[in-house]
């Protein structure tokens, strides 16, 4: 069982349960997905560096990425109809708490000047997102051979919409959260 996993099953979902004073385990909040997305921009019409990228996000999330392609043309952007612009993944079960607990634990640390991430990053059905600058802080994306730094977007979604027992939740996992004076 992977350890985040475990230390949720073991320890936060008994307290959480205790804390906020739900009778039914089953309203207790958790994870239910985590979704990563980024946009390929420039880099679409150098077919080798959207490989290597689509390669490097499916080494990230230990899944096969999902190509999103262009509903319609855009002569601006100078995009075709079905040409690929993003990736996406949804994920699920042991894959999204292996992930969220090399993103606490690995990744997040691994920013240049990080003071921790925004408290205030949910949205009204209780979600939170997050957005990471540089593909490269995962151990699995080698800087020096990446043709190009990409930005991810991660959502995570909880099976409440109540954005403090989320938070509360994000904050016992571990979730690196910035301190109050240090708030912008």
């Known amino acids: 069982m992977n350890r985040l996993k475990e230390k949720y099953t073991k ?12 009778a039914n385990i089953m309203a207790v909040p958790r994870i239910e ?8 921009g420039p880099f679409r019409e150098n077919k080798e560096a959207v490989e290597v ?6 080494n990230i999330t230990a899944q096969k990425v999902f190509a999103r ?18 990736f996406a993944v949804t994920l699920r079960g042991d894959r999204m708490w292996a992930f969220l607990d090399k993103l606490i634990s690995i990744a997040l ?6 003071r921790g991430i925004s408290e205030e990053s949910f949205d009204e059905n ?8 540089e593909h490269v802080i995962f151990p699995e994306v080698n800087p020096n051979t990446t043709k190009g730094i990409r930005s991810l977007q991660l959502t995570i979604v909880f099976n ?23 708030q912008r």
């Open 160 to 182: 409440t919409k109540d954005v403090e027992q989320n938070r509360y939740l994000l904050k016992s996992l571990g979730m690196p959260f910035r301190k109050d004076d240090d």
């Open 109 to 114: 640390p691994r920013v240049r000047d990080f």
């Open 53 to 58: 990228f689509s390669e490097e996000m499916s």
């Open 33 to 40: 997905k985590i979704s990563v997305n980024s946009g390929i």
């Open 11 to 22: 320890e936060i979902l008994p307290k959480l349960t205790k804390e906020l004073g739900l």
């Open 126 to 133: 209780g979600n939170y997102s997050l957005g990471i600058k």
């Open 69 to 86: 392609k262009a509903r319609k043309s855009e002569a601006g952007f100078k995009i075709r109809k079905n040409d690929i612009v993003a």
